[in-house]
């Protein structure tokens, strides 16, 4: 199991830019591959990008492709969200959350098992 908190939420007005944080802890934490998620009000949370555990590879959803980045450095145990030219519809909570894997150069985007407490990214007009 790894501990999870992510910083760097807040208020941002359209156009803008946010980078997320995601420090992990615990033992076996390089053994995770990392993900970003998020939930708006009254919808289901979704997947918002993933990246190895070696931080090779990630993916990104469609909705945020061009305009977010998810990277990691290992040697700090952390992993980031960059955000550019966000939109009303970026506005939700924003989860990190980590999947054990053996595969070091494998993405997911489902079925992660440690969650972080999440934080507010609130987009204003």
């Known amino acids: 199991q790894v501990q999870l908190v992510e910083s760097g939420g807040g208020l941002v007005q359209t156009g803008g830019s946010l980078k997320l944080s995601c420090a992990a802890s615990?033992?076996?934490?390089?053994?995770?591959?990392m993900g970003w998620f998020r939930q708006a009000p009254g919808s289901e949370r979704e997947f918002v990008a993933g990246?190895?555990?070696?931080?090779?590879?990630?993916a990104h959803a469609d909705p945020v492709k061009g305009r977010f980045a998810i990277s990691r450095d290992n040697a700090k145990n952390t992993t980031y969200l960059q955000m550019t030219s966000l939109t009303l519809e970026d506005t939700a909570m924003y989860y990190c959350?980590?999947?054990?894997?053996?595969?070091?150069?494998?993405?997911?985007?489902?079925?992660?098992?440690?969650w972080g407490q999440g934080t507010q990214v609130t987009v204003s007009s």
């Open positions: 615990g033992r076996f934490s390089h053994y995770y591959a």
């Open positions: 959350a980590a999947r054990f894997t053996y595969h070091a150069q494998a993405v997911y985007n489902t079925d992660y098992e440690d």
């Open positions: 990246i190895s555990r070696d931080g090779s590879r990630a």
